[in-house]
């Protein structure tokens, strides 16, 4: 009975977040995630690529310099290369050049630094590729949520909370050329920059888990040490 109530104690805060209806965003198979999980080099290369060429025209990522990247498996030689083809130093911070006022000005809005945005965003991942393909001009569909029509300079996004956006669509086909040739379709732009931002988000991921695993394998050998020890002591006490 006890063991019954300590289990469902446990159990409850998951069933409880199981059911929190999120059913708005389309969950996506993400390379960090499951039993093969890791950070998938060529994702973030193409990733960083939209980062880079699209995105950081209005926003940064100021916690993440060119440098940090060698965390996520690139060597030296690439993360210099990729720092020079932007002009910028291998130690600064990913920083746009949009100023802050010109962005209220211009969008009424200014653009929310992206290096903690997965983190950040119930949802994470799946919450950000679901903004970058979730803009619509489906009349009827506006008109649905906003019979008035849409506020000034907003757009209409079926994931962004209020579905009124201060962000023009940034993806259209073809907005990057990939370096390895695959088609920069706006869904894979959308799935590999959300990839990005959740390495930028936690680039320890990977880190901790391998600790864990070492926390775990310590765990059961002192297990096993303890319960052979266990043993041996009762054996002498029962006389065997
Ligand atoms: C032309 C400028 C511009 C570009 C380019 C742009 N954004 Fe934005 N973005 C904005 C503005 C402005 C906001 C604030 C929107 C708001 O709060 O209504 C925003 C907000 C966001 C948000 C936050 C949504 C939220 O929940 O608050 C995310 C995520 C985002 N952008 C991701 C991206 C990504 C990823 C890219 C590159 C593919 C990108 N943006 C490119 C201007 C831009």
Redesign the pocket.
């Known amino acids: 009975m006890k063991f019954l109530l300590i289990a469902l104690t446990l159990l409850l805060p998951v069933l409880a977040h199981a059911s929190e209806g999120e059913a708005a965003l389309p969950a996506q198979n993400w390379s960090f995630n499951g039993l093969r999980a890791g950070w998938n080099k060529a994702e973030l290369y193409r990733g960083y690529t939209?980062?880079t060429q699209?995105?950081?025209?209005?926003?940064s990522f100021k916690y993440i310099t060119h440098r940090d990247l060698m965390r996520a498996g690139f060597t030296e030689a690439e993360v210099k290369a990729m720092a020079k083809s932007m002009n910028m130093d291998l130690n600064a911070p990913l920083l746009t050049g949009?100023a802050p006022a010109d962005?209220q000005e211009?969008?009424?809005?200014?653009?929310?630094d992206?290096s903690m945005?997965n983190k950040?965003?119930e949802g994470g991942a799946d919450?950000?590729h679901a903004?970058?393909t979730g803009f619509s001009e489906d009349p009827a569909l506006i008109k649905e949520h906003f019979p008035d029509g849409l506020p000034a300079g907003?757009y209409f996004n079926k994931a962004?909370?209020g579905h009124?956006?201060?962000?023009?669509p940034?993806?259209q086909e073809g907005a990057v050329t990939y370096a390895d040739g695959t088609p920069a379709t706006v869904e894979q732009?959308?799935h590999d920059?959300?990839t990005f931002?959740q390495w930028t988000a936690e680039p320890e991921r990977f880190e901790r888990q391998r600790m864990g695993v070492f926390v775990l394998i310590y765990l059961a050998i002192f297990t096993l040490l303890a319960y052979l020890s266990k043993r041996a002591i009762w054996k002498d006490v029962k006389g065997h």
């Open positions: 939209v980062a699209v995105c950081m025209s209005c926003h949009l962005a211009t969008y009424g809005k200014v653009p929310p992206l945005m950040a965003r919450y950000v903004v970058l907003a962004f909370p009124a956006i201060a962000m023009p940034p993806l732009m959308a920059v959300a931002l």
